[in-house]
């Protein structure tokens, strides 16, 4: 990077899960400047328009909840801006967008229960509070409702209420803040990573406090797209995932089986599909659909093979080849 410290973006602020993929993906590579952006879209934006910024970590989907579609539309609409741009004709159905996938992580959504003091007895010091006042993320409440339920059973004498933030980041930095100046019959605690926890200097009181294990969200690192490739994320023995997106050339009988059928033909293996709505212009019909699917490819396996590539193309209307990338270990995790 010749002496230039590495500029990477995520949805902040600092702490969040996002940061966690962050600070998971470049860890081994020294002078990284972590910087937070206030939305998913703000991700993609500032990594195309600003040529100061290197790589972007933004959500995909969750293994519970399934689709951040705020981050499918984007590459969606991405795909929609170059196709009515494009003076491509109609034998070179390829689009190429300006940003492309090098890399995968994954984290686990594990929530802490955090306090801006230390407590000696552990929770069992939430017994000598009139008031417990706890911040977190809205999604959050959801996600922990047995042992909020078990907190109010085991302390009967103590009221609990919630606070929502805009981040569980946030809502450290928020507990940590209140407790300063309030009243010593009041404690401020927060639901957050371990990151958070240790950004902001404040003690956990009890780790993996989720209803439900395992829970796990999956993000993309993204950079400008480039004419060469560059093995910047290692060797790996794990197979190379690919990120297409096409559209079928019409509504038939089988046109989308037509386009799955060119994997089989190549030995393919797909690992998922997934579907967002995909209008060109406000005259456009409703109901065409932008299909989203990961294959497998074996690390040794040329990075082009033209011939699937032009069997894709002649199945499909438009199409887009996002990234070639490897599968993270983490992927087999539960």
């Known amino acids: 990077m010749n002496g230039k410290n590495l500029k990477v973006i995520f949805l902040g602020p600092k702490g969040t899960y996002s940061h966690q993929a962050a600070l998971q993906q470049f860890q081994s590579i020294p002078n990284v400047d972590y910087l937070p952006t206030a939305s998913i879209p703000q991700c993609f934006d500032e990594l195309e328009r600003n040529a100061s910024i290197d790589y972007s970590v933004v959500p995909l989907e969750n293994s519970t909840n399934g689709q951040v579609v705020f981050s499918y539309d984007l590459l969606r609409d991405r795909m929609i801006q170059k196709v009515l741009s494009s003076t491509t004709s109609a034998e070179n159905s390829r689009i190429t967008p300006d940003i492309e996938v ?28 009139q008031e417990v006042k706890i911040y977190s993320h809205p999604q959050v409440w959801g996600q922990v409702d047995s042992y909020l339920k078990s907190l109010a059973e085991k302390f009967p004498q103590v009221t609990f209420s919630r606070s929502d933030c805009s981040s569980t980041s ?13 009243q010593d ?57 690919n990120l297409l997106t096409f559209t079928t050339r019409q509504d038939d009988p089988g046109s989308l089986v037509d386009v799955l059928n060119v994997l089989k033909t190549h030995s393919l293996n797909m690992c998922s599909i997934n579907s967002r709505p995909f209008n060109l212009s406000d005259g456009d019909r409703n109901w065409r659909y932008l299909f989203f699917i990961e294959y497998y490819t074996d690390k040794n396996a040329p990075n082009h093979n033209e011939q699937f590539y032009k069997d894709i193309g002649g199945k499909c209307k438009h199409w887009c080849l996002w990234g070639t990338f490897p599968r993270s270990e983490m992927y087999y995790y539960k």
Do not use: W
Request: glycine share 6%.
């Open 170 to 182: 946030e809502s450290v930095n928020q507990c940590m803040q209140s407790q300063i100046d309030n």
């Open 102 to 129: 090098i890399a995968e992580q994954y984290v686990s959504i594990t929530h802490c229960l955090i306090s801006p003091i230390e407590l000696s007895n552990g929770i069992e010091s939430f017994g000598k509070f």
């Open 185 to 241: 019959n009041i404690l401020h605690v927060a639901i957050g990573s371990e990151t958070a926890a240790r950004l902001y200097k404040a003690q956990v009181i009890e780790h993996s406090i989720n209803d439900k294990l395992g829970n796990t969200t999956r993000f993309l690192v993204l950079r400008r797209r480039r004419d060469t490739r560059l093995n910047e994320v290692g060797d790996t023995k794990l197979p190379q995932v």
